[in-house]
Every structure is written in C-alpha cells, then in structure tokens.
C-alpha cells in the first residue's frame, strides 16, 4: 500500500468549505469559489456565511458545521479576529486542513503577532493543518483545486510537472505569470504565507513526492526551521527531481525589509548559499533565472561533464558565451580533430570550425548545415551540453525549427537554443515539441550551468548515499547564559580526542612549572594565558611567541600573568599554557557554529587577510561528506593559496579535509552540547605532513 | 561656419552609387536599393552593372565613372577580386567615401589578408574613406540612407536619438531588432566589418558628434587603436552623451574565436575595464544589459548621487532590488523621518514605509496612494533615483501608466518601473510618454547602476577639465631587440627624478666599498646583485635581507657574486646594490606597461598574494587624474588592507596616489623611451609617513 502524504487532504481535497464566502467575485472571499468552478474542480463545494442562503446556486451554510457531509479542506476568507473562532469550529466539523486567506496577524505588528501566535497554537493541538495567515493561497492544476484569490487563478492553467511554493505572495504572482507567458505549466502554485503552521519545506516536501512533479521552483526570503528544508533537499536529490530556489535577503536593507515583511530570519547568506550547494539545491539569482532554470530543468537530460560545444549563426554571440562560460565554471573545449574535419566539410570558409563554431547566416540557404554541424559538435566526446544561437529568421523560421527538432531527436546530450528576436510562432513550435529555447545568447549560457551543477550534486549524493542524511538537530540554541566557555588547551584537548592533530602543550601553574614543561616541549615555545574570560590574547597583552630559553620562559610567565590581570581583573586563569611552536604552515581557519536556521554548519577559511578582509570563507550543514569538504575548499577564493604560491610547497590538503570531516564527527555526536568551536590557526604542513591546530575555543552549553 | 566632419559625405550622401546592383532584391547586391527606394532616401541613386541598362527602372551605369553626376558615396557589392578595380574607377570619379560588403579578405585566411592589405593602401593612398570590408553597412535613418544588407534594413526604422556602431554583423543585427522590439529608435546603425580602413572609434567620432545623436551603443571584440576610443570617450564625456559598449573576448575560447572571427587584438580584458571606467564609458554584460542601458540613458535624467528609492507592490520584489542595488555598490538608505510619517498617513498598516516601500496592492483601489508614496520617496534628500515595481495588473493598467506619467513629470529625478508580465500597451503607453520601463527587478536595479556610473565620470570629467586629454601616443612598441632593461639601482634612481620616494641604495664594486655603504646607510640593510639581465633574484639567490654587520655584509657580497654567476653566467653583473632595510609598510605593486591597443597603461595591486592569487589590480590610461589614481585603490578587492586591518595602522594613501600620478607624468615625458615599469614592492608606511620603492625594474626601448 502507497503511503499517503499528511498534506494530501490539503493539495487534494475531496471537498472544500469556503468560510466566508461572498457573492462578489471580484473580492478575496469570492475568487476562490469563481475560480473552483471556472476550472470544474470535481470535487464538492461548500460556501459558509450567515449572511446568505445560496451563493453561486450552491446551498450556503450558516456554519461549517452546518455542513452535511464531511469536509477536507476549509478556505478561511474571515476578518482576522474572527479566524479563531472559523478555526474552532473546523476542528469541531473534522476538517483536517485549512489555508487562511486572511491578513492582520504577524504582518501588523504586536497585536497581530500574539493573534497569530494563538492561530499557530490551536493548529498545533488540534492536529489542523493550515497554510498561512496572510497567504493567497495555493493552486493544484491537476487536480483543479483553486484555493486561492490570486490572479494565478485566471486566465488559463494547464496542468505541467512544475511546483513553484513562495513565500511572497505578489511576486510569486509576477513570476506565476511570467511563467505563463512562457508557456510553462505549472502542476501546483502555492504562497506559503506567514507560516504559522505549514512552513514553506513542509509544502515543499509534499511537491516533491507528487510523481506528477519533475521540477521543483521556491521563493524564499528566511526560513523558521532550515533543516526541514535540507531533509526535503536530500529527498529531492534522491528522487532525482531538481529544487532551484531565488533566495533574498542578502543585503542589509533587503533583510531589513525581510524582517518586517514576513517576520521570518534571513540568516546568513554564506550558509545557505554553502548548504544549497551541499545538497543539490539551485540558487537562481532573480526570477528570469528561475525560469530559465526551470524551463531547461524540465525539458534537457542532465550533462555529464562540463565541456560546452557552442554553434552559432553569429561570431559575435559565439564569443559572447564562451566568454560568460568560462566566467561561471564551464569548459569551452577545443573539439576533437575528428569533429573539425567534419565541420570543415560543411560550414563555410569565413565560419568557423573552432568551438565556438560558427556555421554563418549560410545555414539558412543550405538546412543541412545546421542540422550536419550540431550533430557532429553534440557527438564530440568532449561535449557534453550544446547550444545553438540565432538571430531572428522570421522567414526561415519553420525550417529552422524542424531542423533543430530532428538534432533533438537523435541525442542524449542537452541542447538549449538561444534565439535572440525570435518569432513568437516558432518559439512556441519549439517549446511544444519539448526543447528549452530562451531568448538571449548568456542566458542560455546561465541555464547549462545551473543543469551542470545539478547533475554533480547528484552525483556526488549517488556515490556518497546513506551517508548524507540530514542530522536530526534540537531547535532553539542554548541562551547565553548557562555556556561554559573552555579555555585553548580545553578545546584543543577536545579536538585531538577527535583525531585532530595539535601543537604539543602543558598547562603550568607556576614559572618553574613552564619552565619544566618548555624543556620537556622543546624550545623555542609559545606562552599563552589559559582563560575561559581572555578570548583575544593579542589584545589582552596574553601572549608570548618564540620564547627561545628557560630565563625568557620564567619572565614570560610572570609578565603574561600580570598583564592578563590588569587587562582582565575578573577574568578566571588557570595557568600560563606553553605550547610547541609551529613555525610553517598555512593559516587556515576550521569553525564550528549553531546557525538558528540549519543548526551545526561547519566553515573553513584560509586565514589572516583572507578572512579578515576578503570574508572568503566555505559554510557547509553537519553531516559533512568527504565530497562536500573538498568542495568548500575548492570554493575559497583563494584555493590557489594551498597549492602553494611564491615559492612555498603545495600545503596538505587532505589534513585539512580530516579536520573538517572531524570537527562534523564531533558536532554529529555532541549536538546538543556544542555551541561554537573555533580552530584558529590550523597550520597546513606541506603535502604529506598533516595539519595543527595551534588554537582553538570552543564554548559548550 | 559650423565644422563639417570629414565622414559627412559618408554618413550623408547627396548621392549613392550602388556598385554590383541586381534586380533581385533577395540578393545582398540587389537589397540596398530595395531599401533607399522604400524608405524613400532624397539623393539621387545609381545603380552601376555592366550587365543592366536599367535597375529598378533607374538608370545603370557600366562603370561609375560613366555616372554623369558626383556621387557621394558608393556601396561596393561585387566579388572580392573586382573590389580592387572598383575602388580605382571609385577615387578617378572622384567619390570620397565608400562601403565594401564584398567577404573573402582578412576573414579567409592568409590570401584574403593580403587583399585585404592592398584595400586598406588604396584608401589610405587616395583619402578614400572606406567601411569594411566584409561589413553589412550601415543605416542613418533620419536621411533615409540605407547603405545595408542587413535585415536591419527591413521593417519600420523610425529615427530616433540612439546610434549603435558594432564589430559584429550578425550579432548587431539581432541586437537592432531587439531594440525595435522594445521600441527603441536608432538614428543610426552602422557594422564596421574587417575595418581596413575606418574603425570601431572612427565611426563612433561621427556619431558621437551629430547634435541629433543623445545616447552612444556599441559591440567591440577588439580594437585595432585603443586611443582612439579614448578620444572619443573623451569628447563624448564632455558633450554629455554617454556610451554603454559591449565588449567580448575575455576568455580563452572567446579570445580565440575573437581572434578568428575578426582578426581583431582582444587585449587585456582588466585592461579594457579600466580605462572604460576612466572614460565614463559603460559597459554592458550583454545585449538585454545594453538595451536596458540604452533605454534608460535616452529617458532618464542622470542621478546626482547612489541613494536608491524602492517603492514596489510586493515586499518580495523590494527585498530582491535591495539586495541587488548593495551588491553593486548603490545605496537604499534610510528614508528621512519626514518621509516615513508622510508614508505613513497613506500607506496600510500591512504595508512598509522603510526602503524599500511597500505600498501593497491597495494602490490599485487607492490611485492616489502610488502617486503620493512615489512623490514623497523621489522628494526625500537622502534618495537620488527610484524605482517602482509591479506585477501584471492587466485591469488596471491604463490607471497606473496615468499615475507614473504624473510623477514622471513632477521630479527631476530619474525614476524607472519594474514592471513583470506587463500588459503590452501599458509598455508602449509609458515609452511613448518616454518613461523608462524594464521587465524586470534586478534589471532596472543594474540600469540604475549604470546612470550613476556615468553621472560620477561626469561629475570627475567636468572637475579635471583639460587634464583628462587622452596622450597622443606612437603606434607600434618597439620590438624586444634594441631594448634596455634598467637594473634595480638605476630604475630606482629614475623614479626618484619624478619624486618618488626610494630606499637609500649604493651600488658597491668590492666587498669593502659594500661594507662602507652599510655603514653609511645604517644597518640592517639588503643585499642585492644589481643586473639587467637577473629579474627573479630570489631565484637566483641574487638577495640577502636584514644583512646585520660589516663581516655579514663583506661575505654577502662574495656570495651574492657567486650565485649570481652560477645562475646565470653570462649576465652582466654592475654590482652589488647595498640598500637600505624597510621593515614595515603595506606592499603594493605599481607597474607601467605598454599596451598594444591603448598606449600607456598604468596598473595597481596589493602586494603578495593579492597580486599572485587573486588577480588583484587595476589599470587606467596615460594620463591618469587625481581622481582616477583614487578609484584605481578603491576599486581593489584589499583595498581595505591599506585602511589597516589585524591591529595595523591606516597607510599613507596619498602617497601611493602620488606614486601613480608621477608614474602617469613619467609616461607622459618620456612615452616614446619606457616600455615597461614595475615598482614591487612600494612599501606604504602608516599615514603621514609616505611610501618607499624598494625594489624596481624598468625597460626603454
């Protein structure tokens, strides 16, 4: 037997009370009823309002109550301080799902925080599952559900294997109908509202089981709870069904905006950028790229590699995108003699053989060019995706559109063209017969390269299954209070129990107690104040490097003692920690934080300037695979650095992968108690002679 | 008398010979006079082809010196091996200008160079003017002439302030009919083809100074004489008219298909920025960018500073523009108390009166509320530009295109609309009443970008009048042979002729002479073997740093010798260099270089890694202002390393501006004497302090 989604009475309800039902089609609380019946939803209708006895010709009932038969959705389209009250009673009739169309609530300040807060707990007791308040509601093609009062809800809405969940309700809309004007269909549209019960990963969770879905597409500003989103990711990726998301908030006055726009946290655009990537999600950069994405996602097969074969009809276009290709991570690779000589055969002198190919505008007098050219460019082994670029052709556009059909037909690579001023007629030709076409030459470029991310995501998730599932994480963070901060040679004690290897150290009560251990250590050696309280020793005077002999030692200790105090009179000291010096290396950075919308992420940036000034830092969600470690240091800006630059030997990238793979071991088994680690420096060696971590702070609760 | 430009004749006719003309008008021969007879060109044209007596029912010449009367210019479409022929009947009739659509030179391989070579003489020789060839031609729609082939040439060309000169026939092709399709008007649109004569630059000087002409586009892969755009970005800055450019070939692939497709230098890509960025010029990603661009440039005013307004119908579109607008440098400040409470007043409680605006969908049942929130949020000191978004709003259209048109007129700001999925005839209504309306958030957000660009190279232009003139610099750098490379000793003198600052240095012929020189110098100091012919001295063990007695100073001598001879035997060694230590200082890198499009250039980078990893620099033309020097430090992506980062204090940032200022007089002086210049490193003391050249290296032809 087929498990049933907890939301399926919600997407696909057998029957649908409207609360507040109105006459007026042109108001919120008519749409949905118009909108139902516009479109033949099967199932039954029930329109609730005192006020009248019939409405539309259907029996209205005082009550949902009232109603006779059982009811599995209820559209709430109330004032908000009567949406309590409809609540109540749709527990009391049994309902099971409701989508609260009404405003008033977190969107308005205090007052409406605490009505909200009220609706989320009766959701909550009572098991009612509810999309909004404050939400236009959601769409399901297929099935005809119109539970909404956005204008999504006119015009024509065949059903496609598109799910778009938002959580803005007008520009969802916008980028409904742009989708629209595109010819993409949409299988479900659905405004997440102000998320008092169904969060936005919720409603995504149930589009991404539908089998009917192939592509899924988001909106979102913040998110309550990121790991449900991550679970759904995994899930997705499993399935094989691509998740491209426009995430905002990134700037100061977008999360601003953010904030008071739908109260949710925009968090920190590093980490979700680094745990997209992680888990296979697409982060489109605004809405045109969303649907590009989207409309190449459902149309192209996945690319097995990055090399891109470019024909175009224009030289100038070829440059254009070979330019934008490599610019974003894609391979323009020189073609295989084999193909050169083939191409030579057909295109012209003044074309060009050379990827990018350039059949010129005589591909319109002699169709087989075309047709010749891109099946020889997509069969070179070192293609893995194509594209085609032409300029308008209002004339020949038939011919053009049956010979790109036939290429289509007889590969499994993808092929998007890109087709500049294109007759409406023959985009439309094109976009019935399957292929991905959009309308500029860099576009397409953007698209292959959101198809090549997502094809290695998966990838890298088949070869690493099993290991990758999402760690079940508590929510809410330990306050401040109640942390026990521990002091460098704590922490570093925690990290070698992980396996991490780190500098030799003792902690000395007293002058000759640090002399003993320097000896036993090995000269020179580093001083340093072991304090819970004193966390930036340089500032705090609390810090003596190279000490070179027992005398320097001896009057170390009693100089970092002093300044320590009189920086810090309430600080606790446990002694003065005398650690080995690692003199080479490359600073590299490893942190471990709490983030209050994915739970533990691990960083790893490469130190100093690196990161003070260029913020050139990787973010990744615990659990971490081995693939996702070598990742987020592939993505450093500075990565070149570890290979090794003005002279020095290529540093010990593997160790640096332990020590990530470690630190997410000890965040995996000590979630709830690890609040923040930090290992500043870690000194990568040269190649084969691992990494130390030299200090490190980690704070528990 | 007013100046006549020396391509009037070429740009505007009296009189057009169509040399190869055809009777059928498919053809490229036959096409131009299709079009000159449609449009309805006023000169007088005659049709030349010994094969005709009559074209078109005119007249046909068997030759263009059989033409009784002068003729202005003549369209060249016979086969490249009569183009020869043709141009000599063309200079004994005496016609002084001429478009060349004939292909198969430099396009074809060596053959068609050498052809192409013999074209390029003639003109040169004779004053011909020449376009091409293998160019499409060009178009000046206010006189109707249509010296094309280009499907440009079809359909409605109504004239318009716009000119759009492109290296690409294709690609421009398909950019005009985009522009068309938006409604954009071209005066003109020329193709400068293989550009044996007339280039990219020369073309834009005639555009550039027709009092018809506002707005400036273009498409470059190259230049064959970057000074001459200069100097017409240079006039162009000054008459106010901006240039938006297109310039591809910055990848390998793209550099290389550049190189095929038009035999065109692509040129340091950093280095095309940059001196863009001097010259106000702006530069487009890609076509929509360009048009967008184009667009705003021909209907907005320009913005006196980066404060962006956004008022919009959805929170989530104003978060996106927010988030947009920080990441490339606007600002969406604060609106002013007035302005919030002036909101306020209008705006629903679920609404936003912070920046970005939200002024909810209320406004289509509240007209007033979008003409008041716009006018308030345009009126506030802190916003120098708006924009408005929406989405779809097919009923209400003709409403809102109403209410912008009446704040449109009310400020003097520049104001663009976002509009997603606009009704068509909304669009049309707006452009036609000259509102700048985009399809996108992010797209009037980096249109926006673009005005403010502009207005600040103006603003920097009108402020360094007269000192901005671009250095009329010889051609062709001289070759590798004949040229002197400078040792460190003597670079470093060169500089201090010009002020710079330089490490104290003696060059030393014996051990003992170093000896005296460290004692006159003051220890510490550097060792360094002074050579023309030993660049990497670290390499060749060349360098002893921190040098720190005389015995250390007289055995460094002797050893620097040493392994200066192994590493290279046959250098000529002049000494070693006794040079003072300077131990602290910010590394920067400042070079001159000589580059093959745009003369002189100078270049700026962080010192280090910046320079070796990250690619770090800057470059701007000889010469450079004050101004310019500025926006080169800022423009580094470490340019917060000279404000002092890592309890480091601010470097004296004057002095390096200086450095670049008496390097640009150095290029200047002696331009025709230094082909190349490095000083690395410049090490910048705190503030107040200056900088020191520690170590440089100079090459004169």
Redesign the interface.
Known sequence: MAHVHSLEPFFRPGSIAILGASEDFVKISGRPLKFLLDKGYRGKVFPVNPKYEKVAGLPCYPTVTAIPEPVDLAIVAVPAAAVLEALDQCVAKGVRSAVVFS??FG???EEGRVLERRVAERARRSGLRLCGP?TLGFVNTFDRVMATFS?AGEGETPPGPIAFV??????????F??A??RGLSFGYFVNSGNEADLEFADLLDYVVADPKVRVISG?I?GLKDGRKLLAVADRALELGKPIVI?K???????????L???GSLAGSDRIYSGVFRQKGIIRA????ELLDLVSAFSLCPLPEGRGLGIVT????????M??????IGLS?PELAPETKSALRDVIP??G?V???V?VT?QFIADPALLRTSLEVVLRDPRVDAAIFYL??M?RFADQVVANLLEVKQKTSKPLIVAW??APEAALRALREAGMCALP????AVNALRGLVEYAEARRRSESARGGRKTLDWGRGAGSAEGRRVLTAGESLQLLSRYGIKVARARVSQSASEAVQAAAEIGYPVALKVESPDIRHK?DAGALRLDVSGPDEVARGFDELVTSARRYAPAAAIHGILVQEMVREGTEVIVGLHRDAQFGPVVMVGLG??FV???EDVAFRAVPLTHADAEEMLGEL??A??LEG???RPPADVPSVIEVLLAISRLADERAHEVAELDINPLLVLPAGRGAVAVDALAIFD
């Open positions: 405003s008033g969107e308005m300040g404050n204008q938002t959580q803005s309700g007008a520009f969802g809309t916008a980028i109908a742009l629209r004007q909106y500003e426009v905002v908030g990134r700037s100061a006055a977008g999360a601003r905006a953010a008071s726009h739908t950069a605004q809405e045109e009809q224009s030289g100038g276009a070829g440059v254009l070979a330019d934008r290709a490599e610019e323009v002198a003044f060009s050379k990827n990018p350039d505008a300029g308008l209002e500049a001023a500029s030459a860099t576009r340089t100093g300037i003070e000034v260029l800006r500075g070149r650095i630059v003005r002279g």
